[in-house]
Protein backbone atom coordinates (compact mmCIF):
# COMPACT_ATOMS: atom_id res chain seq x y z
CA UNK A 1 0.00 0.00 0.00
CA UNK A 2 1.32 3.61 -0.65
CA UNK A 3 0.45 6.51 1.31
CA UNK A 4 -0.07 10.05 -0.14
CA UNK A 5 -0.03 13.03 2.69
CA UNK A 6 -0.69 16.77 1.94
CA UNK A 7 1.31 19.94 1.67
CA UNK A 8 0.58 19.92 5.74
CA UNK A 9 2.13 16.37 6.27
CA UNK A 10 -1.45 14.96 7.00
CA UNK A 11 -2.75 11.96 5.23
CA UNK A 12 -4.42 12.30 2.11
CA UNK A 13 -4.87 9.25 0.07
CA UNK A 14 -3.41 5.24 -0.19
CA UNK A 15 -4.03 2.52 -2.15
CA UNK A 16 -1.82 0.16 -3.86
CA UNK A 17 0.41 0.98 -7.01
CA UNK A 18 1.54 -0.90 -10.16
CA UNK A 19 5.17 -1.10 -10.27
CA UNK A 20 5.42 -3.34 -13.31
CA UNK A 21 7.30 0.00 -15.49
CA UNK A 22 10.67 1.19 -14.34
CA UNK A 23 9.85 4.83 -14.70
CA UNK A 24 6.60 5.27 -14.06
CA UNK A 25 4.31 4.10 -10.56
CA UNK A 26 0.59 3.75 -11.22
CA UNK A 27 -2.70 3.68 -9.24
CA UNK A 28 -3.64 0.05 -9.24
CA UNK A 29 -6.91 -1.43 -7.22
CA UNK A 30 -9.02 0.48 -4.39
CA UNK A 31 -7.59 4.28 -3.41
CA UNK A 32 -9.25 6.14 -0.80
CA UNK A 33 -8.95 10.27 -0.02
CA UNK A 34 -9.54 11.67 2.51
CA UNK A 35 -9.57 15.62 3.68
CA UNK A 36 -7.95 17.09 6.34
CA UNK A 37 -10.82 16.22 8.92
CA UNK A 38 -10.01 12.92 8.14
CA UNK A 39 -13.46 12.15 6.15
CA UNK A 40 -13.43 9.72 3.48
CA UNK A 41 -14.01 11.92 0.31
CA UNK A 42 -13.58 9.01 -2.34
CA UNK A 43 -13.19 5.24 -2.90
CA UNK A 44 -12.41 4.07 -6.62
CA UNK A 45 -11.10 1.81 -8.32
CA UNK A 46 -7.91 2.35 -10.62
CA UNK A 47 -6.22 0.44 -14.02
CA UNK A 48 -2.42 1.43 -14.74
CA UNK A 49 -3.86 5.25 -13.83
CA UNK A 50 -7.22 4.94 -15.32
CA UNK A 51 -10.56 5.06 -13.41
CA UNK A 52 -11.79 1.41 -13.64
CA UNK A 53 -14.49 -0.15 -11.51
CA UNK A 54 -16.96 1.18 -9.13
CA UNK A 55 -16.42 4.67 -8.16
CA UNK A 56 -18.04 6.59 -4.85
CA UNK A 57 -17.98 10.28 -3.48
CA UNK A 58 -19.07 10.97 -0.49
CA UNK A 59 -19.28 14.97 1.17
CA UNK A 60 -19.29 15.28 5.01
CA UNK A 61 -18.91 11.29 5.58
CA UNK A 62 -22.00 10.59 3.37
CA UNK A 63 -21.39 9.31 -0.03
CA UNK A 64 -23.52 11.79 -2.93
CA UNK A 65 -22.39 9.83 -5.84
CA UNK A 66 -22.01 6.25 -7.11
CA UNK A 67 -20.94 5.37 -11.09
CA UNK A 68 -18.73 2.39 -12.88
CA UNK A 69 -15.70 3.51 -14.78
CA UNK A 70 -13.90 2.04 -17.76
CA UNK A 71 -10.81 2.98 -19.13
CA UNK A 72 -10.73 6.27 -17.20
CA UNK A 73 -14.76 6.83 -18.70
CA UNK A 74 -17.45 6.91 -17.05
CA UNK A 75 -19.40 3.53 -18.36
CA UNK A 76 -22.88 2.24 -16.64
CA UNK A 77 -25.48 2.81 -13.83
CA UNK A 78 -25.06 5.92 -11.80
CA UNK A 79 -26.62 7.29 -8.76
CA UNK A 80 -26.46 10.54 -6.87
CA UNK A 81 -27.38 10.60 -3.30
CA UNK A 82 -29.01 12.96 -0.57
CA UNK A 83 -29.28 12.29 3.28
CA UNK A 84 -32.16 11.50 5.12
CA UNK A 85 -31.51 13.65 8.51
CA UNK A 86 -34.61 12.06 9.86
CA UNK A 87 -33.19 8.41 9.10
CA UNK A 88 -29.98 8.88 8.32
CA UNK A 89 -29.57 7.16 5.37
CA UNK A 90 -28.61 8.24 1.53
CA UNK A 91 -31.97 8.45 -0.53
CA UNK A 92 -31.37 8.26 -4.41
CA UNK A 93 -32.06 11.49 -5.96
CA UNK A 94 -31.01 10.68 -9.53
CA UNK A 95 -30.04 7.85 -11.69
CA UNK A 96 -29.08 7.11 -14.93
CA UNK A 97 -27.05 5.06 -17.46
CA UNK A 98 -23.50 6.55 -18.89
CA UNK A 99 -22.46 5.03 -22.13
CA UNK A 100 -19.62 6.43 -24.20
CA UNK A 101 -19.71 10.01 -21.93
CA UNK A 102 -23.85 10.40 -22.64
CA UNK A 103 -26.24 9.71 -20.60
CA UNK A 104 -28.44 6.65 -21.88
CA UNK A 105 -31.43 4.23 -20.86
CA UNK A 106 -34.22 5.44 -18.18
CA UNK A 107 -33.57 8.10 -16.01
CA UNK A 108 -35.46 9.24 -12.36
CA UNK A 109 -35.05 11.58 -10.07
CA UNK A 110 -36.25 11.56 -6.40
CA UNK A 111 -36.59 14.53 -3.96
CA UNK A 112 -34.76 14.51 -0.50
CA UNK A 113 -37.61 12.39 0.84
CA UNK A 114 -37.54 10.24 -1.86
CA UNK A 115 -40.90 10.66 -3.47
CA UNK A 116 -40.74 10.31 -7.37
CA UNK A 117 -39.98 13.74 -9.09
CA UNK A 118 -39.33 12.74 -12.69
CA UNK A 119 -38.51 9.50 -15.08
CA UNK A 120 -38.12 8.91 -18.44
CA UNK A 121 -35.51 7.67 -21.22
CA UNK A 122 -32.69 9.47 -22.51
CA UNK A 123 -30.51 9.56 -25.82
CA UNK A 124 -27.02 10.73 -26.23
CA UNK A 125 -27.86 13.02 -22.89
CA UNK A 126 -31.35 14.28 -23.96
CA UNK A 127 -34.51 12.87 -23.25
CA UNK A 128 -36.51 11.36 -25.73
CA UNK A 129 -40.01 9.79 -25.39
CA UNK A 130 -42.34 10.17 -22.44
CA UNK A 131 -41.35 12.11 -19.72
CA UNK A 132 -43.33 12.60 -16.41
CA UNK A 133 -43.21 14.90 -13.61
CA UNK A 134 -44.50 14.93 -10.71
CA UNK A 135 -44.50 17.50 -7.30
CA UNK A 136 -43.55 17.29 -3.74
CA UNK A 137 -46.38 15.08 -2.84
CA UNK A 138 -46.20 12.52 -5.61
CA UNK A 139 -48.92 13.83 -8.27
CA UNK A 140 -48.25 13.39 -11.41
CA UNK A 141 -48.12 17.05 -12.74
CA UNK A 142 -47.35 17.05 -16.34
CA UNK A 143 -46.38 14.24 -19.31
CA UNK A 144 -44.44 15.74 -21.66
CA UNK A 145 -43.37 13.71 -25.12
CA UNK A 146 -40.18 14.71 -26.72
CA UNK A 147 -37.79 13.66 -29.43
CA UNK A 148 -34.05 14.81 -29.36
CA UNK A 149 -34.67 16.70 -26.32
CA UNK A 150 -37.63 18.90 -27.71
CA UNK A 151 -41.43 18.92 -27.13
CA UNK A 152 -43.20 16.58 -30.18
CA UNK A 153 -46.37 15.01 -29.53
CA UNK A 154 -48.97 15.36 -27.11
CA UNK A 155 -48.38 17.34 -23.78
CA UNK A 156 -50.16 17.44 -20.75
CA UNK A 157 -50.59 19.31 -17.61
CA UNK A 158 -52.62 17.78 -14.34
CA UNK A 159 -54.34 18.92 -11.19
CA UNK A 160 -53.34 17.58 -7.65
CA UNK A 161 -56.59 15.42 -7.84
CA UNK A 162 -55.57 14.36 -11.53
CA UNK A 163 -58.19 16.04 -13.16
CA UNK A 164 -56.74 17.39 -16.75
CA UNK A 165 -55.75 20.67 -16.69
CA UNK A 166 -54.16 21.51 -19.92
CA UNK A 167 -53.51 19.55 -23.40
CA UNK A 168 -51.94 19.85 -26.84
CA UNK A 169 -50.05 18.14 -29.16
CA UNK A 170 -46.41 20.24 -30.34
CA UNK A 171 -46.14 19.27 -34.19
CA UNK A 172 -43.48 19.98 -36.60
CA UNK A 173 -41.58 23.32 -37.51
CA UNK A 174 -44.62 25.69 -38.69
CA UNK A 175 -47.34 23.16 -37.97
CA UNK A 176 -50.51 24.91 -36.30
CA UNK A 177 -51.89 22.67 -33.68
CA UNK A 178 -54.88 22.76 -31.01
CA UNK A 179 -54.72 23.86 -27.40
CA UNK A 180 -57.18 23.63 -24.70
CA UNK A 181 -57.00 24.60 -20.79
CA UNK A 182 -59.62 23.02 -18.18
CA UNK A 183 -60.83 24.00 -15.64
CA UNK A 184 -60.38 21.71 -12.32
CA UNK A 185 -64.21 19.97 -12.93
CA UNK A 186 -62.90 19.25 -16.16
CA UNK A 187 -65.33 21.97 -17.93
CA UNK A 188 -63.41 24.14 -20.93
CA UNK A 189 -61.37 26.61 -19.64
CA UNK A 190 -59.95 28.37 -23.07
CA UNK A 191 -59.20 27.09 -26.78
CA UNK A 192 -56.81 28.05 -28.94
CA UNK A 193 -53.93 26.82 -31.21
CA UNK A 194 -49.90 26.58 -31.14
CA UNK A 195 -47.47 27.14 -33.50
CA UNK A 196 -43.52 26.12 -33.11
CA UNK A 197 -44.55 26.79 -29.04
CA UNK A 198 -46.18 30.15 -29.27
CA UNK A 199 -49.90 31.01 -29.43
CA UNK A 200 -51.58 31.73 -32.71
CA UNK A 201 -54.82 32.55 -34.49
CA UNK A 202 -58.16 33.02 -32.34
CA UNK A 203 -58.02 32.09 -28.57
CA UNK A 204 -61.59 31.39 -26.43
CA UNK A 205 -62.09 32.02 -23.00
CA UNK A 206 -65.21 30.23 -21.15
CA UNK A 207 -66.70 31.21 -17.82
CA UNK A 208 -67.05 28.15 -15.50
CA UNK A 209 -70.75 28.62 -16.69
CA UNK A 210 -69.26 27.59 -20.23
CA UNK A 211 -70.01 30.82 -21.61
CA UNK A 212 -67.80 32.88 -23.17
CA UNK A 213 -65.59 34.94 -21.30
CA UNK A 214 -63.45 36.93 -24.05
CA UNK A 215 -61.23 35.88 -27.58
CA UNK A 216 -58.28 36.81 -28.90
CA UNK A 217 -56.02 36.95 -32.12
CA UNK A 218 -52.39 35.99 -32.27
CA UNK A 219 -49.60 36.30 -34.52
CA UNK A 220 -47.46 33.26 -35.64
CA UNK A 221 -45.26 35.45 -32.96
CA UNK A 222 -47.36 35.25 -30.00
CA UNK A 223 -48.21 38.82 -30.41
CA UNK A 224 -51.72 39.80 -30.30
CA UNK A 225 -52.78 41.02 -33.59
CA UNK A 226 -56.54 41.78 -34.51
CA UNK A 227 -59.48 41.94 -32.74
CA UNK A 228 -60.04 41.02 -29.29
CA UNK A 229 -63.41 41.10 -27.13
CA UNK A 230 -64.48 40.80 -23.80
CA UNK A 231 -67.97 39.71 -22.59
CA UNK A 232 -69.73 40.59 -19.19
CA UNK A 233 -71.12 37.15 -17.17
CA UNK A 234 -74.53 37.67 -20.10
CA UNK A 235 -73.09 37.59 -22.76
CA UNK A 236 -72.88 41.26 -23.82
CA UNK A 237 -70.10 42.95 -24.96
CA UNK A 238 -67.87 44.56 -22.49
CA UNK A 239 -64.91 46.12 -24.75
CA UNK A 240 -63.45 45.69 -27.73
CA UNK A 241 -59.64 46.04 -28.35
CA UNK A 242 -57.91 46.31 -31.92
CA UNK A 243 -54.37 45.13 -31.58
CA UNK A 244 -51.27 45.41 -34.27
CA UNK A 245 -48.32 42.94 -33.39
CA UNK A 246 -48.82 43.37 -29.50
CA UNK A 247 -49.68 46.86 -29.70
CA UNK A 248 -53.47 48.48 -28.85
CA UNK A 249 -54.50 50.22 -31.46
CA UNK A 250 -57.97 50.85 -30.95
CA UNK A 251 -60.27 50.39 -27.72
CA UNK A 252 -63.86 50.41 -27.54
CA UNK A 253 -65.92 50.46 -24.55
CA UNK A 254 -69.66 49.64 -23.86
Known sequence: TYYLYSDRLKLNAWGPLNTTF?????????WTTINDNGQITE??????????????LYQDGEMVQQATWKDGKPEGR??????????????????????????????????????LQKEGVMVKSEFDGQVKYYDAQGHLTMIENLANGKPYGQQKTFYPSGQLKTEYRAGNKDEQTEYHDYYIDGTKKRDGFVKNEKKTGQWTSYLPSGKISSTEQFDDDGQNDGEGIQYFSDGKTNTRITANHGKNVKFESY
Open 22 to 30: KDKQMQEGE
Open 43 to 56: ISNYHMDNLNGLSR
Open 78 to 115: AYLYTADPIFHQQIINEEFDIKDGEYMGQYRSESEQGI
